[in-house]
Antibody, heavy 122, light 109 residues
């Protein structure tokens, strides 16, 4: 059974950098069948897509979120990561990692991690 | 960006009854719509993709319909384990843009 597990600091200071890692177990991140992605849900708001990456490093970002995010992948460790620079209180959210499978010729999120809460506060 | 609007925000239904959840897109997403179920402290679970295709292992009481801008998730006979939050999600514009509804909370009446 595929499992995705987010890890990272629960608390980050304003203007600091947030680093999150998603460790994949029960499957290989190097499969050509899947993309991998990061999402977040701020308190009281809807889920939003942040970025997605292929095991080769090919990636896409949500253009509406600006250029503060960096997604990366390490196939040797079977994990992928997200870095967010210059965080503010508005970056406080539940962050999820997920797998995007090709279903009916489209990329569909078929597995999610449980999420990790990140709070930006001094 | 395509805005997804779910209704109602909260739905109260008795076990054994039918629940109907709605999702509307601000522009056509064809049939590129998925539904997810999320329980407290758990990861979201894929129920439906392609607007009407059940994901692997999903019971037949869950069904999806619609295309274009209007979609429905129907749970034919509610079981106790079905009370959760449900999200719709359009992926028609991947990888440029993918968006989610705000969720419908299905609660026990």
């Amino acid at each position: 059974q595929l499992q995705l597990q987010e890890s990272g600091p629960g608390l980050v200071k304003p203007s600091g950098t947030l680093s999150l890692t998603c460790t994949v177990s029960g499957g290989s991140i190097s499969s050509s069948l899947y993309y991998w992605g990061w999402f977040r849900q701020p308190p009281g708001r809807r889920l939003e897509w942040i970025a997605s990456i292929f095991y080769t490093g090919s990636n896409y970002y949500n253009p509406s979120l600006g250029g503060r995010f960096t997604i990366s992948v390490d196939p040797s460790k079977n994990h992928f990561s997200l870095e967010l620079n210059s965080v503010t209180a508005t970056d406080t959210a539940l962050y999820y990692c997920a797998r995007l499978a090709l279903l009916s010729s489209r990329r569909v999120i078929d597995y999610w991690g449980q999420g990790t809460l990140v709070t930006v506060s001094s | 960006e395509i805005v997804m609007t779910q209704s109602p925000a909260t739905l109260s239904v008795s076990p054994g009854e039918r629940a109907t959840l709605s999702c509307r897109a601000s522009q056509s997403v064809s049939s590129n719509l998925a539904w997810y179920q999320q329980k407290p402290g758990q990861a979201p679970r894929l129920l439906i993709y392609g607007a009407s295709t059940r994901a692997t292992g999903i019971p037949a009481r869950f069904s999806g319909s619609g295309s274009g801008t209007d979609f429905t998730l129907t749970i034919s006979s509610l079981q106790s384990e079905d009370f959760a939050v449900y999200y719709c999600h359009q992926y028609n514009m991947w990888p440029v843009s993918i968006t989610f509804g705000q969720g419908t909370r299905l609660e026990i009446k």
